[in-house]
T-cell receptor, first 109, second 113 residues
Framework: KNEVEQSPQNLTAQEGEFITINCSYSVGISALHWLQQHPGGGIVSLFMLSSGKKKHGRLIATINIQEKHSSLHITASHPRDSAVYICAAFLNTGNQFYFGTGTSLTVIP | KAGVTQTPRYLIKTRGQQVTLSCSPISGHRSVSWYQQTPGQGLQFLFEYFSETQRNKGNFPGRFSGRQFSNSRSEMNVSTLELGDSALYLC????????????FGPGTRLTVL
């Protein structure tokens, strides 16, 4: 059983669409990270959240601690947003990160 | 500041061989974590080193080992390579304690034939 579940697995959107990627976790966490991985492997940390909401440009991340759920939103999506998005939870039960399986996003011009 | 660097970027080995991968963290970062990424299993935590000591370890066999030097540079070693060890190996550094933001290196793509 995965401590961290992510959906959808694959997502195709038209340029300009609003996109939502979801992440659920089953146990208590200290923090949740959203990562972006482009083809070729490089991973960039987008957000670290322990409560509430954060915004950076067209990206918004929210977390609901009570519901054990986080979302990553992309407004006005662009083809350069095409990447794999991964949520990573730092659980209270173990001193390490647990990763979702990733969402592969393709934005079509 | 320079980012996290990993060498080599690509590596081809045969079953039974051993391999050593290197990671240089961002200057001032004392924690280095290693991850394995495969298409089937996704990202999985291997181990974390902090101030030359292994602080955490994931669920991998003893063939996977690592170490950290006094300058925070880290190496991981895989002995007796198996086909299933083919993966992208990523290291990430942070200043001190989790769950601080980690900064990832570009990875080493290991292919075992």
């Amino acid at each position: 059983k995965n401590e961290v579940e992510q959906s959808p697995q694959n997502l195709t959107a038209q340029e300009g669409e609003f996109i939502t990627i979801n992440c659920s976790y089953s146990v208590g966490i200290s923090a949740l990270h959203w990562l972006q991985q482009h083809p070729g492997g490089g991973i960039v940390s987008l957000f670290m959240l322990s409560s509430g909401k954060k915004k950076h440009g067209r990206l918004i991340a929210t977390i609901n601690i009570q519901e054990k759920h986080s979302s990553l939103h992309i407004t006005a999506s662009h083809p350069r947003d095409s990447a794999v998005y991964i949520c990573a939870a730092f659980l209270n039960t173990g001193n390490q990160f647990y990763f979702g399986t990733g969402t592969s996003l393709t934005v079509i011009p | 500041k320079a980012g996290v660097t990993q060498t080599p970027r690509y590596l081809i080995k045969t079953r039974g061989q051993q391999v050593t991968l290197s990671c240089s963290p961002i200057s001032g970062h004392r924690s280095v974590s290693w991850y394995q990424q495969t298409p089937g299993q996704g990202l999985q935590f291997l181990f974390e080193y902090f101030s030359e000591t292994q602080r955490n370890k994931g669920n991998f066999p003893g063939r996977f080992s690592g170490r950290q030097f006094s300058n925070s540079r880290s190496e991981m070693n895989v002995s007796t390579l198996e086909l299933g060890d083919s993966a992208l190996y990523l290291c990430a550094s942070r200043q001190a304690n989790p769950p601080d933001t980690q900064y990832f290196g570009p990875g080493t793509r290991l292919t075992v034939l």
